[in-house]
């Protein structure tokens, strides 16, 4: 796997249960899977003789993060690598404009876009089809990074992107009623797996909650979003996790947004809530193994990120968990390895049971817990209050 953060460290752990070895590429010996593997090499992803050296031998390679220049991907697949996924379809998730043009001519429904050369551009989008705007990087950028909303044309903000060599396009702001996933997996010879649609809860720009399944999305829409993701993973050849971000507009239509192709934050929730985890998938799908089941195990499951504080708290992370696992006893813990930062995804819990606003409240206060240890306004981790309030929400 290149890359050696949270989603290989997770991949690793889904391997040794298949009695696979999983190497990784890893760019500092701090990353959180560098620290966990036991076949870690050192390098970057742009580094063609690193990432050579540390194909030999390997069964497949396969990706934690989309970052890995094309020139560097197609050079493995001329030397009979095999790649999952390939480099084709991977292209779609590296490179925005591609995929908006690409997901357009399949007839996806995708908010109107164009591509920026000049400010001009901008200005001459947003007369056409009104204000706010959305300015993206082509490439690269997540959690909020590399997207900025435009009331105005902005020509400085522009005029500086570009001339620092930063592709750009401009899309609508699309009426929104709140951010869905399809989650999917495919195999080389096209098995295809669908998890239950979720929504995916965003705070500035990032993911903060994951609820599986989406609370109140009709039947057939759910179903219309799996068989849209399939399709695309179809069209695209998808080998691997394919993760579908979509908008659920304010009328109920559904306009895809972005796409990864490898595990994903929204699918975090499938280490407890499925019978198959994304990460064994994924890993069933590019050694095209037969893939799992996706059932739920709890008719509610809510992944909600543990986020870096804005200051540290002095308690240490050890005894968060200690009381944590004194007040919720059935949540689970995944911490990553990683320094605490503002913001920073240091690790995430799971909660399940039988009603989504009672579990989504349990998953929510284990979070701030570990996040900055403080429990809200009148609750102690040294009463019963936190959970009695739980069972009674």
């Excluded at 992107?161 to 709140?178: F, H």
């Excluded at 709890?298 to 540290?312: D, S």
């Excluded at 689970?332 to 913001?343: M, T």
């Excluded at 989504?356 to 019963?384: C, F, I, K, N, Q």
Aim: charged share 20%; with cysteine; hydrophobic share 45%.
């Amino acid at each position: 796997m290149i890359g050696a953060g949270q989603l290989a460290r997770m991949t690793h752990q889904a391997a040794i249960a298949l009695g696979q070895s999983l190497r990784v590429l890893a760019e500092r010996p701090g990353d959180p899977a560098a620290l966990v593997c036991a076949d870690v090499h050192s390098g970057a992803a742009a580094d063609l003789t690193a990432v050579r050296q540390f194909a030999r031998g390997a069964t497949v390679v396969t990706f934690d993060h989309e970052q890995v220049p094309q020139e560097i991907l197609r050079a493995l697949v001329a030397a009979g690598v095999t790649v999952h996924p390939r480099p084709d379809a991977l292209l779609h998730a590296q490179d925005k404009l591609v995929m908006r043009r690409r997901l357009a001519g399949l007839g996806a429904a995708v908010p109107r876009f164009a591509e920026v050369r000049d400010a001009s551009d901008v200005e001459r989008f947003g007369a056409e089809h009104g204000w706010p705007v959305v300015l993206k990087a082509v490439r690269g950028g997540y959690d909020g990074r590399g997207v900025w909303m435009l009331d105005a044309p902005a020509e400085d903000l522009v005029a500086e992107l570009l001339a620092a060599g930063t592709p750009l396009m401009v899309e609508e702001a699309v009426p929104m009623r709140r951010e869905l996933a399809a989650l999917v997996a495919r195999s080389p010879y096209g098995q295809a797996a669908a998890w239950p649609v979720v929504e995916t809860v965003q705070e500035q720009g990032q993911c903060v909650q994951v609820l599986a399944p989406a609370p109140g999305l009709d039947e057939d829409v759910a179903v219309t979003a799996q068989e849209l993701a399939l399709r695309i993973a179809a069209e695209l050849d998808v080998t691997g996790l394919l993760a579908v971000e979509l908008f659920e507009r304010t009328d109920g239509a559904l306009v895809v947004n972005e796409l990864a192709m490898r595990p994903h934050n929204s699918g975090h929730w499938t280490i407890e809530g499925s019978r198959t985890s994304q990460f064994e998938q994924h890993l069933r799908a590019v050694l095209d193994y037969p893939l799992g089941t996706t059932t739920p195990t709890a008719p509610a499951v809510v992944m909600a990120n543990v986020l870096g504080a804005a200051q540290p708290p002095a308690m240490s992370t050890d005894e968060r968990l200690h009381h944590l696992f004194a007040r919720f006893p059935d949540v689970k813990v995944h911490l990553y390895g990683k320094e605490e930062r503002p913001a920073r995804k240091v690790g995430h819990v799971t909660a399940l049971g039988a009603e989504m606003d009672v579990v989504r409240r349990r998953a929510a206060l284990a979070a701030a817990w570990l996040s900055t240890a403080e429990w809200p306004d009148g609750w102690s981790p040294h009463t019963g209050t936190v959970e009695r309030e739980v069972q009674h929400a």
